[in-house]
Structures are given as structure tokens and as C-alpha cells.
């Protein structure tokens, strides 16, 4: 079936209700994206990598997808099974006229009109067609990473590394002539995760490796944590990133915890841990530290509750598209960690992301606390994020920010993806935002001004990241 140039909802006025709020896009659909927080893989962007199929760059992986089309009935051998690529794409066009009125309608179709070229909704009878053409287009130089990063005028790519990467594909692509920043980010889970007993002793002998410092103590273990940062700032990192359901509810070392840290890495018992969250958060403490002397950026992920099934975590591991929303208290938590850092002047720019609606404010409310007048927008409320990354959710984020702090200082999206795809949601932002702003603006609640509010709009949109990360 060829495919067909009939008119869908994804038109230039799609999500921009007036003319004002097409007025207001327009100053912002074409500037550069800063995404400072993906989890692209650096050793595609350095070898420049062409995908085969559409469902090896679009479909494999991505636990959004995944997750509807379980609840849609569809045998797991088409969605993280042996299926062909072929017969996974289908699966999922198939699907896609089932999902309208959730944002993987919006997100799927945005990233097959560019940079594909397609403008008619996927289903399963165009399924081939549209399977065909777009592979033909993936072995296109300008669909290979670096070209799709281009054609989204991509500025950074902030990716998600572990400390004990060596970091040699950011190398490679920071001598090349590759326009686009790639940079590391510094993303610790494995140094605090001392729950897991094996992993974590198996992690402690590939961190002595790397820093060169035999491990045999808490300071010997936090030297070649700041080793690692040392050596991640030198190749260009400049934003740390970590993830908790809530901040640990302890923070500092004891003799005892330090005494019980050296028997526990001689590994003379088959004992677990005591305080597990106790050592996070201290060693959490002792790194933000570390960030604020690099004057990096510090990221917070907050909320989510991980691998709620424990039948798919066995067969498939992490990101099988098992994580939901968590109830935890956050505010007392968040408070206490960032009064620790700021009572001693150590407390980074700092981005705190919400993945419970319910908590909007707290967040929002959380950031103005700690402002201090050297950086315009230290605290940053992060954009919506994973379950409220879609229009509702950014909505009510931008709301929450707007009424208790200062929107004209948001950075404004990150994708937080693992798909080059994914720039889509930079549009699907920009779009969402302006027509917010259009709709105050007809409203009366805001200046019927269009440079005025289109200037504040270009400062979200890239300019207030540029100058946040310091972006040359």
C-alpha cells in the first residue's frame, strides 16, 4: 500500500489552539535542543550508527510502548520476544489506533512525520508500507545517529554513564568534527546500592581497578568515588544524575556504619548490610559535595516505584515496563538532604523531577527554599517526567511552577529517552507550552504581548538551559 499524503490532526496547528499560540511557536519551533538528560547510547553516536529496521530504533526497548501493548492483549513474543522485527512492527501498528487519548498517539505519530516523512495514521494495514519505508530511509546517511541528531538541530546530548565507564566513545566523538556536544553524565546507582550484597562487592573491584585506589575503608571508597568525578569532569561531564522512590532518610556516617562498611567488604559473613539507606544517603552527601566543587549540575529523579514485576523483572531484567508512580512523603526528606548542602554553602544547581502529580507543589515549593541569588534559577523544578511527560502532566507542572516559583527561569525539556526519536517531544512540548501561555494571554491574565511573552518563551525553550549548563 502506498503511502498516502492525507490530512491527520498532526498539522502545523496541532495543540495550538489560536492564532496567538501559532504566532508564539513560531519563535520557538526552530531553535537548537539542549537535551541534558538522555539515556542515548554514546557508542552509537560515536560509530555513527545506521539501525536496520524501524522497530530496532523506534520499538526495541522502549518500555512505553511495551506497557500498552500488554494491556492491549498482545502475546509478549511480539513486543520483548522472538518475534521478527517485521512481526514486532505490525504488533505495534496494530495497537496504535487503540491508544487514542494517550500520548504514545501523539508522541508515535510526531516521530513518523519527522524525520520520516509520514503523515497518515499508522495502523495495520498500512503497517508494511510503512515498515518499508522507513527502513529505506534508515540506511540514508542522514538517518544514521549523527544525522537524525542534526536534523533535530540537537546542541547536547547529556547521556546517563556509569562511573566506572571509560568513557572512550565520548572521546572519540568529542575529536571527531561532529558538531553536537555529546557529554557524560555522572549516574552512581551501582556505588550505592550496597543492598545488593554480590553485585556490590563484584562493583568495588572494578572501582579499584579504574581509580587505581585499593578500597578498604569508607574514605578509601569515597577517594575513588571523586577519582571517578575527577576524571569524568576532565572529559567534559558537568551534571551528576540519581534516582530514589524518595531521598534516603539518613545521611551521615557513624563510627559504627564505618567499622560495619570494612567487615562488610572483607566479605567475611554472608551478613547483608545494616543500613543500607543509611550508607546511600551518606555517600549521596558526600558526592553533592563533591558536584558543588566542580560547580556541576545535580539531578534528582524522585517517585517511581521500579520493577513491580517480579515475573517479567526475572525474564526480561530492568526497564521491562514494570514501574509505576509512588505514594511516598517526599517534602521532609528533600528538605533535610538540601539544608544539609546549603548550611555549608555546598549545595549545586539542583533539578528535582516529580513522577507523582499529588506532589506538584511540595517539589515547586521545595525549589524556592534554596535559592540564593548567585545563579538565576538554581533550583530548578524539573520538567514532567516519565508518566507525567505528556501534555496534562507538563501542564500541570508548568502551572505548579508558575504559581510558586518563577517560570521565566524553567530550563524547560529533557527527553529522558533511550531513542533518537524521541526529539519529538521537544516539539510536543514547545507546542503545549505556547498555546498555555496564548491561552492566558486571550484570557487577559497576561500581556496581550507577543515579543514579551515570546522572549520568556525562547528563554524556556533553549536560552535559560544554554546559560544553565553553560553551553558554548
Known amino acids: 500500500m502506498a503511502i498516502s499524503n492525507k490530512k491527520t490532526i ?12 501559532s504566532n508564539l ?30 522497530t530496532e530504533i523506534w520499538l526495541k526497548g522502549d518500555h512505553y510502548k511495551w506497557r500498552a501493548m500488554r494491556a492491549l492483549g498482545v502475546n509478549e513474543k511480539f513486543i520483548s520476544g522472538n518475534a521478527s522485527d517485521e512481526e514486532k512492527f505490525k504488533a505495534w501498528a496494530s495497537s496504535l489506533p487503540q491508544l487514542i487519548r494517550n500520548p504514545l498517539f501523539h508522541w508515535s505519530h510526531l516521530e513518523l512525520k519527522r524525520p520520516f516523512g509520514i503523515h497518515e495514521y499508522l495502523n495495520e494495514k498500512n503497517a508494511s508500507a510503512v515498515y518499508k519505508k522507513c527502513n529505506s530511509l534508515l540506511n540514508k546517511d542522514q538517518f544514521a545517529t549523527q544525522g537524525i541528531l542534526t536534523n533535530y538541530k540537537v546542541e547536547l546530548v547529556g547521556t546517563t554513564d556509569d562511573p566506572c565507564d571509560d568513557l572512550a566513545a565520548h572521546k572519540k566523538i568529542a575529536k571527531s568534527e561532529f558538531a553536537t556536544k555529546v557529554l557524560p553524565t555522572f549516574r552512581p546507582d551501582k556505588a550505592l546500592n550496597i543492598a545488593d550484597k554480590t553485585s556490590f562487592l563484584n562493583y568495588l573491584q572494578t572501582l579499584e581497578k579504574v581509580s587505581g585506589t585499593k578500597i578498604n575503608s569508607i ?12 576524571y569524568f569532569h576532565q ?97 521532609a526528606l528533600l528538605s533535610n538532604f538540601l539544608n544539609a548542602l546549603d548550611q555549608t554553602d555546598e549545595l549545586a544547581k539542583t533539578i528535582i523531577y516529580n513522577n507523582n502529580p499529588s506532589d506538584n507543589e511540595v517539589f515547586a515549593t521545595m525549589c524556592g527554599n534554596f535559592s540564593d541569588g548567585k545563579w538565576k534559577g538554581k533550583m530548578q523544578f524539573g520538567s514532567g517526567w516519565w508518566f507525567l511527560d505528556q ?28 531513542s533518537f526519536l524521541s526529539y519529538s517531544r521537544h516539539e510536543y512540548f514547545r507546542r503545549i507550552i505556547c498555546n498555555l501561555f496564548a491561552q492566558d494571554m486571550v484570557k487577559g491574565l497576561i500581556p496581550n504581548d507577543e515579543k514579551w511573552i515570546a522572549g520568556i518563551l525562547k528563554n524556556i525553550c533553549y536560552f535559560n538551559a544554554k546559560d544553565y549548563f553553560k553551553i558554548n
Not at 539518613?250 to 570494612?262: D, G, N, R, S
Not at 517517585?303 to 515475573?311: E, P, Q, S, T
Not at 508548568?398 to 530550563?411: D, E, W
Request: proline share 2%.
Open 25 to 54: 511557536y513560531h519563535h520557538v519551533a526552530d531553535l537548537p535542543i539542549i537535551d541534558y538528560h538522555n539515556h542515548l547510547p554514546a557508542q552509537e553516536i560515536a560509530e555513527n550508527k545506521k539501525y536496520k529496521t524501524i
Open 10 to 21: 498532526f498539522t502545523d496547528q496541532f495543540l495550538l489552539e489560536t492564532k496567538m499560540a
Open 235 to 331: 572529559n567534559g561531564c558537568r551534571i551528576s544524575d540519581h534516582a530514589f522512590t524518595k531521598m534516603p532518610s539518613q545521611i551521615t556516617f557513624t563510627t559504627a556504619l564505618e567499622k560495619e562498611f570494612i567487615q562488610f567488604i572483607q566479605n567475611k559473613n554472608s551478613a547483608a548490610f545494616s543500613r543500607p539507606e543509611q550508607f546511600a544517603g551518606a555517600v549521596l552527601l558526600c558526592l553533592s559535595r563533591m558536584y558543588c566543587k566542580k560547580g556541576w549540575v545535580q539531578q534528582f529523579h524522585l517517585g517511581a516505584i521500579r520493577n513491580n514485576n517480579a515475573k517479567l523483572f526475572a525474564r526480561i531484567g530492568l526497564d521491562a515496563g514494570t514501574d509505576s508512580i509512588g505514594d511516598e512523603l517526599q517534602a
Open 219 to 230: 574514605n578509601t571508597f569515597l577517594l575513588a568515588l571523586e577519582s571517578r568525578v575527577n
Open 391 to 418: 501534555k496534562d502532566g507538563m501542564e500541570k507542572q508548568m502551572n505548579a511552577l508558575s504559581n510558586m516559583g518563577v517560570i521565566s527561569t524553567f530550563i524547560g525539556m529533557t527527553t529522558d529517552s533511550r
